[in-house]
């Protein structure tokens, strides 16, 4: 019987021997050939003993994993989420659901990096960014932040940077949620930022010096009053004003736009996101005109294409860590694609008439709430609110929240010993609202509904929002039903072939791993629910911090951290924390190698470090003598060494236990970036390197989808020592940790377990791999990766091999020599390959002028052969131009890819034939991709910034 590591491996057993034959290793005795590749590749000083102790449970089938999910599912109790705090029931719109969330087309796709291939995606954020930008009634909006807390700390630091003000003072609103308040506190402290707080809405003066202001709107209270004096006040020192408005409100008050405000923050995940038990939703930031080159995160733009047609890209990415480094706006990297593509799609779909009814039904929901308590005696604390009444009742605030939640199955706010509070939503019922009075005790009787809000009359919103044909044309569910799926025809996702992409390890995401998600037990948790609510959940995050904690040789795992970038913030953090707690607070340098990803060198300026480059050899591996004078330069400051394991050039490097050693004995600590665990799982442990804290990306490692470019989840593993500083949250239902660890470091997210509604993916990964399915998965993905290496030396050189010849789960191809000998480019591989069905592998990252190949253990080998054969192919394409048998400004590979239109329409001119531009190869007859537009000129979108929906009469 095949177990489901089986399917989730791609090569069979005698796909593997093919491979290996290729690669001339035959098996040694009593052992499996893919053995014998791994104890070549894998350094003998770094390798685990099959044989070691490993506290995984054996591997479950897909209905037993199911079976146990269902179970732990059970012990979750949905009750009615009335909680608010910047989470909220909403209705996904089952279309939606099934179409997006559920739908690989869209799950499955990786950031739009390549745009010619991501026109679906691409248009699905710039819908989202109109939506934002409109209903903030601000310029420019990005997409996306990681969740609203963050993007309030980003909004801080966009402040920070804009501002010409000297003061290194930020004024925060007394009337902020509690969970930002708390993640601001971290986020400031480590950059050296003085927070103040103020009762804004009572009138409490700013302070003379500031450089930003940030404001609650409406308050965390439910309080909607107008701000723009306070605005006014911070703009007269020099400050900026940053606003984190609730989208829904917005349909109905005045934009914070309108108001004044410089940057307006927040959550769409009330626009039919599940709450997910705090994540993942798409935060959002937008700014006024001015400061779009200060945005943090990713922005899409309009450009056009070879021929002219308009065309979507991602734009100003010069600002982005992977380009900029430690200079970024910010580290992020994976954002929130794929619920920023849902939160927009609810728009789409509801239409601005659709939204204002949904915010109007919560806002007289709790007009009506709020008069009922009132004639019960209750005092609610404001006149003007949307959603959220404070209802102050001496002495009993506990008591009705308590009976609130036995008696009523509802979940309210509870501030203290005399406040309650309550929001109401797109899902709160006439019953609800009866039952929430009768757990205030506002007696049986039933009041005459008034349909009215509580808004001030001088907030009413005047202005129109949404007007794009967009937000019309599909209120059909037909209608949306295509327009989805006209979307995602026009991408490339891994449900159409292979997405090489070296450092981001695209593997299958099983639809098992996918199922429980969505399930009402674990997506409809609000974050704050009491712990009696939530122990199925907390149950499967004990184990699958436990099940991490094993596989990397640490003690102690947070899944706080909602992207790669939030995990490496919150290891540094922890380092810092750790020196500091031993009386070092001098220990600031954090040393990098030259070959690192950008988001390390961002992560450690936000974690409060200086960025030491250590140099790399020309083999790739850090250069020892270099690191040893630059620990020796820094002796006094050395906080800590951040390397990648293998590296980024895809090496195992040697020297590993060498170079941690080395930054140990100048007490130094070691991070260790997880990017590349997928070549190391069940073969080596972060832990057993002499690594103190890592992160590990679990939508490259553990299964998690892309979704387009997030959700991430970013996982910070550590030794005991760091533990106590890894990050708490004061919101959480509990301080202990798998392994009995207490963290108590700031926040790095909003929610306590950050995206904790996909984890059951990962959960269900490591279930039903098993030990020997991960090590089975690594050894498969390693040999693929040698396989493609092998197979393509000949026609491209591969940039980097170990000690072995070896490479791990993926190898440079150096395409500078092509380029020297034809004039081809690896940008005209990279879109050639679109012509041949592929998606390209990543490009120049780690060196420039090379591509970077990463099959990962999920292709079979008649994938990877396509894929080979493509290559070879392409290579002889350019061999053909440098032999004059194509012009080098007219050839098939400066001219792709090609659309269906530039093959049919009007004469063809070209020196090759349509056949050799659409198929190149015989195979691509039975079922090809075309690529809704042509090459995208990347300068023009920047200099001519758009990044809302054109008019449609641009596409005509
Ligand atoms: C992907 C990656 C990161 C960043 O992770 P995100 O989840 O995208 O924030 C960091 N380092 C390396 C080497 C990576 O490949």
């Known amino acids: 019987m095949t177990t489901f590591a089986d399917r989730h491996i791609g090569t069979t057993v005698e796909a593997q021997r093919v491979m290996l034959d290729a690669l001339g290793i035959a098996a040694g005795e009593d052992e499996r050939p893919v053995d014998t590749l791994m104890r070549d590749a894998v350094p003998a000083s770094i390798r685990r003993d099959r044989a070691a102790e490993s506290t995984l449970p054996a591997a479950a089938s897909e209905s037993e994993a199911l079976a146990e999910l ?27 659901q099934r179409n997006v969330l559920e739908n690989p087309s869209w799950y499955t796709a ?63 609103d007394a009337d902020a949620l509690p969970q930002t308040k708390a993640l601001l506190a971290t986020r400031a402290e480590a950059v050296g930022i003085e927070l103040v707080e103020r009762a804004l809405a009572a009138g409490e003066t700013l302070p003379e010096a500031l450089f930003g202001v940030f404001v609650q709107y409406p308050g965390a209270s439910g309080l909607v009053w107008d701000p723009s004096a306070v605005i006014d006040a911070a703009h007269l020192a020099g400050g900026l004003a940053v ?20 940057v307006a923050v927040g959550t769409t995940q009330r626009f039919g996101v599940p709450m997910g038990f705090g994540g993942p939703h798409a935060g959002y930031m937008a700014v006024r005109s001015g400061l779009e080159r200060q945005l943090p995160g990713r922005l899409v733009g309009v450009s056009q294409d070879a021929e002219g047609h308009p065309a ?19 580290n992020i990297c994976t954002a929130q694609v794929l619920l920023a593509v849902m939160a927009s799609m609810y728009a789409v779909c509801h239409g601005p008439d659709g939204l204002r009814a949904i915010a109007s039904r919560a806002a007289t929901g709790a007009r009506f709430l709020a008069t009922q308590l009132e004639r019960s005696g209750a005092e609610v604390v404001h006149g003007a609110y949307f959603d959220t009444i404070t209802v102050r009742v001496p002495g009993r605030a506990e008591e009705i929240v308590r009976r609130a939640h036995d008696e009523f199955g509802t979940l309210l706010n509870l501030v203290d010993a005399d406040t309650v509070r309550v929001s109401t939503d797109e899902t709160t019922t006439h019953e609800d609202i009866l039952r929430v009075a009768s757990a205030f005790g506002a007696g049986e009787d039933s009041f005459a509904y008034i349909p009215a809000t509580a808004l001030p009359a001088a907030l009413h919103r005047q202005d129109e929002y949404l007007t794009h044909p967009v937000f019309h044309a599909h209120r059909s569910e037909t209608a949306m039903m295509r327009y989805l799926k006209t979307l995602a025809d026009r991408d490339y996702a891994l449900d159409r072939g292979m997405i090489p992409l ?74 810092r924390g750790y020196h500091r707690a031993n009386g070092d607070a001098q220990r600031t340098v954090c040393l990098i190698p030259s070959s690192a990803h950008g988001t390390n060198a961002a992560s450690a300026v936000l974690a409060g470090m200086t960025v030491v480059v250590v140099a790399c050899d020309e083999l790739g591996n850090v250069d020892l003598g270099d690191l040893r004078a630059k620990i020796a330069a820094n002796a006094e400051t050395l906080a800590a060494l951040m390397i990648t394991y293998p590296s980024t050039h895809g090496v195992y490097e040697q020297d590993v236990l060498e170079i941690t050693a080395a930054v140990h004995d100048a007490g130094g600590q070691v991070y260790i ?78 929610a306590p377990y950050g995206s904790a509604g996909v984890l059951p993916i990962s959960w269900a990964y490591v279930r039903m791999m098993g030990a020997d399915g991960l090590r089975d998965a690594t050894a498969a993905a390693v040999l693929a990766a040698n396989y493609v290496a092998a197979r393509l030396e000949g026609h491209y050189p591969v ?124 195979s691509l007859v039975a079922g090809k991709y075309w690529p809704p537009v042509r090459r995208i000129d990347q300068a023009y979108g920047d200099r001519n910034l758009v990044c809302a929906c054109p008019p449609v009469e641009a596409f005509a």
């Open 110 to 172: 990786y950031t739009p990096y390549q745009p010619e291939i991501s026109q679906g995606r691409l248009e699905a954020l710039i819908n989202f960014q109109t939506m934002v930008a409109e209903l903030t009634g601000l310029d420019t909006a990005n997409a996306s932040m990681l969740d609203e807390s963050t993007a309030v700390a980003e909004g801080m630091l966009l402040a920070r940077r804009a501002s010409k003000a000297t003061s290194n003072v930020f004024v925060v």
């Open 70 to 96: 269902r179970a732990l599912a059970s012990r979750n109790t949905v009750n009615r989420p009335m909680i608010g705090q910047g989470y909220y029931g909403t209705i996904t719109p089952s279309v939606i």
């Open 673 to 750: 970036d997880g990017a590349n665990l997928n070549a190391l799982l069940g073969y080596s442990r972060f832990g057993d390197l002499g690594g103190d804290v890592s992160h590990l990306n679990l939508h490259k490692t553990f299964a998690i989808p892309h979704g387009g470019g997030g959700p991430g989840v970013g996982p910070v593993a550590a030794k005991a020592h760091l533990a106590p500083h890894l990050p708490a949250h004061p919101l959480a239902q509990r301080a202990e940790h798998a392994g009995g660890h207490v963290f108590a470091g700031g926040p790095v997210s909003g």
């Open 312 to 330: 979507y890209r991602l734009s100003l990415q010069t600002r982005e860590q992977h380009i900029r480094r430690e200079k970024a706006t910010s």
């Open 799 to 922: 940039l980097y091999t170990g000690e072995s010849g070896r490479v791990a789960h993926e190898c440079i191809l150096d395409l500078r020599p092509l380029k020297e000998a034809t004039g081809i480019t690896v940008d005209d591989v990279a879109k050639r390959l679109i012509d041949y069905g592929f998606h390209s592998p990543t490009m120049s990252f780690p060196v420039a002028g090379t591509l970077m190949v990463e099959p990962t253990e999920s292709e079979d080998l008649g994938e990877l052969e396509r894929f080979i054969e493509a290559m070879i192919q392409i290579k002889a394409e350019a061999d053909a131009v440098a032999a004059g048998r194509w012009d080098a400004a007219d050839n098939p590979l400066v001219n792709a890819p090609h659309t269906a239109v530039s093959l049919i329409a009007g004469e063809w001119t070209h020196p090759y034939t349509r056949e050799e531009a659409a198929y190149p190869i015989r």
């Open 502 to 575: 070296g450092s981001c390890t695209m593997k299958l995401n099983a639809a098992t791993e996918m199922a429980a998600i969505t399930w009402p037990e674990f997506a409809e948790l609000h974050p704050f629910a009491p712990e009696q609510d939530v122990r199925g959940t907390l149950e499967l995050i004990d184990q699958l911090e436990a099940w991490l904690a094993d596989v990397t040789g640490y003690d102690a795992v947070s899944l706080q951290p909602n992207a790669g970038s939030q995990g490496e913030l919150a290891g540094l953090l922890a380092i």
């Open 243 to 262: 606003v984190a408005a609730d989208l829904l409100a917005l349909t109905l008050i005045s934009s914070p736009g309108s108001l004044g405000a410089d």
